[in-house]
């Protein structure tokens, strides 16, 4: 290594040499108690932001006499305030822990109408991600957010299946659709609850670790997430990274996907099934969205050591690319003349987009770059806003001027993702190049995971710093 140690810096001075065994078991700990309740908080989350779609195709639009692009404004005006208060809102996730915050939210989303839905959501997302990432190492939260992200996309899957069953219940005083509402947003209040007295604040306060626990939780983050652990507010401070023009490719590259999550339900319906196969129908897409969301981030962590192709480039590449494949098929073909050819293009859809493969491996990869815990916090939200401005797009693309097979929408939605899909390419490609000029300028070999990142405080500035790609 040319007198360069393969590690900077030790965090913990006092604990000494810990066992993979000993780190295995802390991590089955955060596996068990902290993924599948907030796994099932953004299920819930899902279901009652998308839960109008499936309503539409039992006619709740027309119960409420809603008429023309009326409920395409409906669905916009949710990301309006979703966009907004994503950030401010995640700087009280970082001073009082998304444990206490997230729970709240998810009780004020049930009472509220469908704008200040958006405000109590917005900041779900980047919440989770800062949250799980004072947990998990670099190279174990891409597997980690995948399958937060997962409950999102089986929400689909999930909420088409509820809608098939509540669809059945004829009733002459409430609608059917009256019952959607009323059993998914039952669930979420209950679940906020226990998810108040059940998640920690941090590994430092967690009463179910041992004292060991806690110090190797320490020595983990400080090695290899955190420059800082349980740092102050400063919002001065964590605004700083967009001052490079990185974040703001990253901003872009967040940007295209929203509509099928919205819409789906909708292009299915042009298909002309049934209300109740139209929902059923929802299933299937959903579920392939789910596996192939995991087996791309279990991948990208586990290949973290890249090679010359790099890997994780082609992840984050390659659902982009299959979601871009099936807008242009829609957006093609005489939809009920090529039935079987439509559906599986909506297959191709959800694992591109509504699968969030693109935006679980990106939500990564600007945290993995992201050393300090205040500027994560604040990147994060201000990410998920800019990333949450497609609703503004989608949902002002699809009109009902263009029912059934939405051309113009298709269209746009594709164009988004071709150039999102130059975007990451392109940055993967730069941060190999950036890593190889720091490595010749120390003479010496140095990636990510060589350095600790306790030893960062000067970030991008740091001439020990590398990229994760």
Known sequence: MDGVERKTSTPDHNLGEFTREEEL?????????????????????ALDKGNVGNAKTDGWDKDIHLEGNQYYLLVMVFYVPFCLFGTPLSLFVKRFSAARVLPL?????????RFFLGIFES??????????????????????????YAAASIAGAFSGLIAYGVFHIHNSKYHSWQYLFWIEGAGSILFAIFAWFWLPRTPATWSLLTPRQKAIARSRILSDSSVVIDEAVDIQDAF???????????????????????????????????????NLYTVAPNVVGTVALLLLTFSSDYFRERSILSWTDCYRCIPLATALTGF?????????????VAYFA????????????????????????TNQENRR???????????????????????????????????????????????????????RFENR??????????????????????????PLFRYMY
């Open 105 to 113: 939210m998810m009780i004020g989303f049930i009472f509220a109408i």
């Open 25 to 45: 078991q802390l991590l089955r700990k955060y596996d068990f108690y902290i993924l599948p309740p907030l796994a099932f908080m953004y299920l819930c989350n």
């Open 346 to 369: 909506c297959f191709l859809l959800t694992i591109g987009a509504s699968s969030f493969a693109p935006s679980v491996l990106v939500a990564t990869w600007y945290s993995n770059n």
């Open 437 to 462: 000029r720091r490595d010749r300028a120390m003479k010496t070999k140095l990636t990510a995971k060589d350095v600790d990142t306790s030893a960062l405080s000067e970030g991008t500035k740091s």
């Open 123 to 148: 900041p779900m997302l980047p919440a989770v991600v800062y949250y799980l990432s004072t947990f998990y190492k670099r190279d174990e939260l891409a597997s980690r957010v995948g399958i937060f």
């Open 328 to 340: 242009i098929i829609l957006g093609s073909i005489d939809t009920l003349a090529h039935l079987h």
């Open 240 to 278: 700083r990274p967009f001052k490079s023009v990185l974040y703001w490719i990253w901003v872009l590259i967040r940007v295209p996907l929203a509509s099928v999550n919205n819409f789906l339900p909708q292009i299915i319906a042009s298909f002309n099934f049934s209300t109740v196969k139209t």
């Open 377 to 431: 916090a604040v990147v994060a939200a201000v990410m998920v806003a800019f990333a949450n401005s497609a609703g503004l797009i989608s949902t002002n693309v699809f009109q009902a001027k263009d029912e059934p097979k939405y051309v113009p929408a298709l269209v746009t939605s594709g164009a988004f993702g071709g150039f999102c899909l130059l975007l990451t390419a392109g940055t993967g490609l730069w941060m």
